[in-house]
């Protein structure tokens, strides 16, 4: 009989769901606080069900001998060493929609509480005081409302602002113009947004591109009086920089259920005017917490028991028969996709995936989850294989897939294009009989290229000389290469490089290599290998 430990506070209906389906399970809630104990004892549990108090940390999954499944009751899993728990062979799922429209209130709650100052003016009367014309606020009715990611919690908030008889406009590269229309929201530029909006609400995880993406120069450009709402992750504002503009004047208020350090002891937006704050309560609803817990028991007790896998942030769904021969195709699959997603920034409308040969005949459903988890990954950190799907519907994006004969020289063969608002962008590659993956063509171009971690991706003019004055630019900046793979169409047209670096490539290094003659684009990409 398989054990599974719960070592956060999660619903009873959760023990007894493991407990129907024939699984033992030790209700600890408090033990996730203590890591050395918690280390002491994970190793005689096969599967660990947890919230954000556990912190399965590198230590504790080396001591986890016998554990398959992490399961988070919720979306975040920065408390989760994923790669650690990856290279154990533990699965780690999640519960991605679970809390959802709990999230979603919280935002417009808190948009009302800094529209009419709620807080102060309840703290105040209840004080004593009648204090009715400090507390003049405003009204959100005709307000147009900037979403900042508006993807599954963003699109609820959205559809309840346009209920309130807000303007809603969204910046988010993913949504495509007709979900924007089916939403009620006008599609438009980050810029544009920060620009327009009365009240901002952001709804974006937190990566690389949008850390700090309201900032002092982004708050510069803002309506004077504007109010701000992060129910998101804390970090995607500059918080210091709020608070000065607060101090300012410049923004009449803002409304954080997150912060950069959590628990949030002190902060810069604390004790400022206006400024509403409550401790991470948007996932905070008996509703939410039933429905995470419900979810994620009956995951991993169907996982331990019958093998079946959902909502995995480290592995698809494929079954045990079919997974040595797939293997090899999910890391083409996952390239492809990764390689297409970080060269997008501009709206994605379609995704087309064309399988040839011998993979034709495999399991492409799985294949397409991961392709569309690579395409996405790079601006929505959380989607993983299994939500990759149902976050490209919500998103209205089309995906077309196409299986067929071989017909050209590849015994196998994936191509994959991204039909975006201004381009197609497409990338194919095969696996050979080494069962390593290649890259076999980009835009039309031919080329065969074995990704490392750490790939340097140019187009440009083809020109005599330009690879001189590349090695060059590259050997000053003391980056080596590792591989170099090349590709035109014929002499003088367009050309592209495709660079195995050794290290990381710096945007100093990119700015340079854009100021070479001929250059069209340059960008760092990175990979697992």
């Known amino acids: 009989m398989a054990k599974v430990l719960i070592s956060d506070k999660l619903s009873p209906t959760a023990v007894q769901i493991f407990k129907d389906k024939g699984v033992e399970v030790d209700y ?77 209130e919280h935002a417009i709650a808190m948009m009302f509480a800094v529209a009419r100052q709620i807080p102060a003016a309840d703290v105040s009367t209840q004080a004593g005081k009648w204090e009715k014309s400090k507390f003049m606020g405003v009204e959100i009715t005709s307000k147009t409302l900037g979403i900042i990611g508006c993807g599954n919690i963003g699109g609820i908030v959205a559809t309840r602002a346009v209920g309130l008889k807000m303007k809603v406009i969204a910046f988010d590269p993913f949504l495509s113009p007709e979900r924007a229309v089916e939403l009620g929201v006008e599609k438009v530029e980050l810029a544009d947004l920060f620009k327009r909006a009365d009240f901002i609400s952001l709804h974006t995880p937190l990566t690389d591109k949008t850390r700090n993406i309201v900032s002092a120069e982004a708050i510069a450009t803002m309506k004077d009086g504007v109010r701000i709402i992060n129910c998101a992750r804390g970090g995607l504002v500059d918080e210091v920089a709020l608070a000065e503009a607060i101090k300012a004047g410049k923004v009449a208020g803002a409304a954080f259920d997150v912060f950069t350090e959590e628990p949030a002891k002190e902060n810069p937006l604390f004790g400022l005017p206006n400024v509403v704050c409550t401790p991470h309560l948007g996932a905070s609803t008996s509703e939410a917490q039933e429905n995470v817990a419900i979810q994620v028991a009956e995951q991993m007790a169907d996982y331990l028991v019958n093998g079946a896998v959902s909502n995995a942030l480290n592995m698809p769904s494929i079954t045990a028969e079919e997974a040595p021969r797939l293997t090899p195709f999910i890391k083409l699959a996952d390239q492809l996709g990764s390689f297409a997603g970080q060269l997008t920034e501009s709206g994605l409308k379609g995704i087309r995936i064309e399988y040839e040969g011998d993979v034709a005949e495999m399991n492409t459903r799985a294949l397409t989850s991961v392709v569309l988890a690579g395409v996405l990954k790079p601006l929505l950190q959380t989607v993983n294989m299994v939500s990759a799907p149902a976050v490209a519907k919500e998103r209205g994006i089309t995906i077309e897939e196409t299986r067929r004969e071989q017909q050209g020289n590849y015994e196998n063969y994936i191509r994959l294009t991204l039909v975006t608002e201004r381009q197609e962008r497409s990338v194919a590659g095969t696996v050979f009989g080494d069962a390593k993956p290649r890259i076999i063509q980009i835009k039309g171009i031919n ?83």
């Open 28 to 104: 600890l809630p408090d033990l996730g606080k203590d890591k050395d104990k918690l280390i002491e004892v994970i190793g005689q549990y096969d599967g660990l069900a947890i919230r954000s108090a556990t912190k399965a940390t590198e230590k504790v999954i080396a001591a986890a001998d016998n554990l398959k499944v992490i399961g988070r009751a919720g979306i975040g899993v920065d408390n989760v060493d994923i790669e650690k728990a990856t290279q154990r062979g533990i699965i780690v799922m999640n519960t991605p929609f679970g809390n959802s429209i709990t999230t979603a």
């Open 447 to 529: 080329m065969e290229a074995e990704l490392g971690e750490n790939m340097l991706y140019i187009t440009n003019k083809d020109k005599p000389g330009f690879i001189g004055r590349l090695g060059t630019l590259l050997g000053t900046s003391e980056l080596n290469i590792a591989t170099f793979n090349l590709g035109r169409k014929q002499a003088g047209d367009d050309a592209i490089a495709l660079i195995e670096i050794d290290g990381n490539i710096s945007d100093k290094v990119i700015s340079q290599i854009e100021a070479l003659e001929g250059v069209v684009q340059a960008k760092a990409l990175k990979f697992s290998v």
